[in-house]
């Protein structure tokens, strides 16, 4: 059972424009959310993340919006640029005690010039 | 010098092996993890674990053993390898200390199952 949904699976994007991802979780118990970015070769780095009991969080060109009450949340990327075509992951923490990541299946993300 | 490291990057291997895959941190951090990835399924948790005496399966355990020998060290152990085990392998850590959450990645291990 996936217990974080994420689409798209592939996103291109113009640079200057704003590619959204979103993700979908069931896990009420789950506490936090990160998003990662992964670039070939390398291993994921958080990019930004969320607590449930807020409902957007800003970093540089990078944002994150919540509903909890419809157990969804999806990162923006402002003013995109062909260096942020990487793949993107949200993912959710257990909660009670529980830890480790639940991750999405990714987003390929592709910016052009 | 990166703060979690991974050894060996790659590794071929044929099925029936022993193989571990050993993961370091400089970070000070106490808990750490191994995680799987696979092509088009995101990574999914193996193992976690809190401190050296603390050790937890994760959503894919089966297959898998796991070996915190120090507070900086964490090992994953396929005690016979299978094919389906081709796939490429991430060690994080994260710190309870400075109300932080990030799980910090390493850089993988791609390892191949004949």
């Known amino acids: 059972q996936q217990q974080v949904k994420q689409s798209p699976q592939s996103l291109i994007v113009q640079k200057g424009g704003i590619p959204i991802i979103n993700c979908a979780y069931e896990n009420t118990a789950f506490d936090y959310f990160p998003w990662y970015q992964q670039f070939p070769g390398k291993g994921p780095a958080l990019l930004i993340a969320?607590?449930?009991?807020?409902s957007e969080k800003k970093e540089g060109r990078f944002t994150i919006s919540f509903n909890k009450s419809a157990k969804q949340f999806s990162l923006h990327i402002m003013d995109s640029q062909p260096g942020d075509s990487a793949t993107y992951f949200c993912?959710?923490?257990?909660?009670?005690?529980?830890?480790?990541?639940?991750f999405g299946k990714g987003t390929h993300l592709i910016i052009q010039p | 010098d990166a703060d979690v490291t991974q050894t060996p990057r790659n590794r071929i291997t044929k099925t029936g092996k022993r193989i571990m895959l050993e993961c370091s941190q400089t970070k000070g951090h106490d808990r750490m993890y191994w995680y799987r990835q696979d092509p088009g399924l995101g990574l999914r948790l193996i193992y976690y674990?809190?401190?050296?005496?603390?050790?937890n399966k994760g959503e894919i355990s089966d297959g898998y053993s796991v070996s915190r020998q120090a507070q900086a060290k964490f090992s994953l152990s396929l005690e016979s390898a299978i094919p389906n085990q081709t796939a490429l392998y991430f060690c994080?850590?994260?710190?309870?200390?400075?109300?932080?959450?990030?799980?910090?990645f390493g850089p993988g291990t791609r390892l191949t199952v004949l």
């Open positions: 674990s809190f401190d050296v005496k603390d050790i």
């Open positions: 993912a959710a923490r257990g909660g009670g005690g529980a830890d480790g990541l639940t």
């Open positions: 994080a850590t994260s710190g309870t200390s400075g109300g932080t959450d990030t799980q910090y």
């Open positions: 969320i607590r449930p009991d807020v």
